[in-house]
């Protein structure tokens, strides 16, 4: 891991801009985390739309974490932003995009092209990418994870024992086969739903959270679009994180 | 409103035993609340099982409130308790026990037979009661509604103005009738959902809180059984009141 900028927040949030290999990332540590006070992490997933454009609402959530005392950190999808393209990456968006604008039902396959791909080359990413911030003095345990691509966070809570509780939010098209993966699910989970999310189909949201094996899980469901998570949804994530990572 | 008792628990907490007219009650209130200094009033509600068998429950509710800044006040439901034994309501509730024990899916017939006239009698006495809680010169307002039979509360929601916000319980059988007034209920509302109640039909309950008019309402799934629900689920109801009444 190569830091390549570095700049303190209003707040004391220290900023550092990576990359790890070909990957770009982000890591954000709240002013008092230190090699003699390390402090826990999460791992802030986000959708495929590249670190740039979805940069203000992360560091929101960064500032958020800090303010709890945790160190947040992120890294690029593959095929986003200022990574390689990937075509196939980029049919299966066009090929879900019109579906959804031809007011089609949106079919398993399509959802499988696009987010099983996504997954298997992302969650080794983000594996490699734990392995480099527990790296560093600042950056103690345990971690956490958070948003994003949904079926992304269900794999890693899964393979990754590192992660001790996720916080999820039902809000991306999940394949029929991620059912299976959410099952063998254990760590805690909090999930967060928007009832009347326009992209989302709020039954088989309601599916998966029954799917998870987790003996403790919390959906949480508010009104609103898929942007219009309350402030106080928030708040309550972050309490679900500070009861289990601190 | 007469009141039959008073004592002072040990975290100062004053708890005071009244009738009004037929009715007992319990009000309690937070040490620091005063004439100079009058405190916000949730309603506890509880199911028709008698406020002594309740009282554990309550009280533990009331402790937590007070904590929060908050009095609390219940009266005992028609029918229970120390109250004149209602035989229609005992009737309806052998119909519901018996169909329960043997398997059988409860009619909505059952249901109604059971809830509407517990609704229709209980409601106008909350409302009597609201009146003498709100003449108290240590109470002030705003009023929430919290727990108990949920149509009692969705009925409250619904006609009673001084009601702001209610956190309810989806826990207990709701008639079909029920869910039209659902739809004219406009206040915040927080709804606890147990996903294993297993005296509580899961699907009817998302039905219900899809069917609430309120702009403003979150629901809460955990695990667990229907008297399950985990300490940090209480916390969650009391941030919501906290938010909507002080």
Same mark, same amino acid.
Request: glycine content about 16%; proline content about 8%; overall charge negative.
């Given at each position: 891991m190569r830091f390549t900028s570095e700049q303190r927040l209003d707040d004391g949030v220290l900023e550092r801009e990576f990359t790890l290999g070909e990957i770009p990332g982000i890591l954000w540590t709240p002013?008092?985390?230190?090699?003699?006070s390390p402090v826990p992490l999460i791992l802030l997933g986000h959708p495929p739309l590249g670190l740039h454009k979805m940069y203000p609402r992360l560091v929101a959530r960064a500032r958020h974490c800090a303010a709890e005392g945790f160190a947040t950190a992120t890294i690029e999808l593959p095929g986003? /932003?200022?990574?390689p393209s990937w075509p196939a990456l980029d049919q299966a968006r066009a090929d879900l995009r019109r579906a959804m604008q031809a007011g089609e039902p949106v079919g398993d396959g399509i959802v499988e092209a696009l987010v099983l791909p996504l997954v298997d080359k992302a969650v080794p990413e983000w594996q490699a990418a734990l392995d480099a911030f527990l790296s560093l003095p600042e950056i103690g345990g345990p971690v956490g994870y958070s948003g994003g691509v949904i079926s992304i966070g269900i794999r890693l809570a899964v393979v990754?024992?590192?992660?001790e509780a996720a916080g999820l939010f039902a809000g991306s098209l999940v394949p029929r086969v991620m059912f299976e993966e959410a099952r063998q699910v254990t760590i805690p989970l909090h999930v967060l739903l928007q009832?009347?999310?326009? /992209?989302?189909d709020r039954q088989a949201s309601l599916d998966l959270f029954d799917a998870f094996g987790s003996k403790e899980k919390t959906l949480h469901a508010n009104m609103g679009?898929?942007?219009?998570?309350?402030q106080f949804a928030g708040d309550d994530a972050a309490r679900f994180f500070t009861r289990h990572l601190r």
């Open positions: 002013e008092a985390a230190s090699a003699s986003s /932003g200022d990574r990754e024992p590192r992660i009832w009347d999310d326009e /992209g989302n679009g898929h942007t219009g998570v309350p």
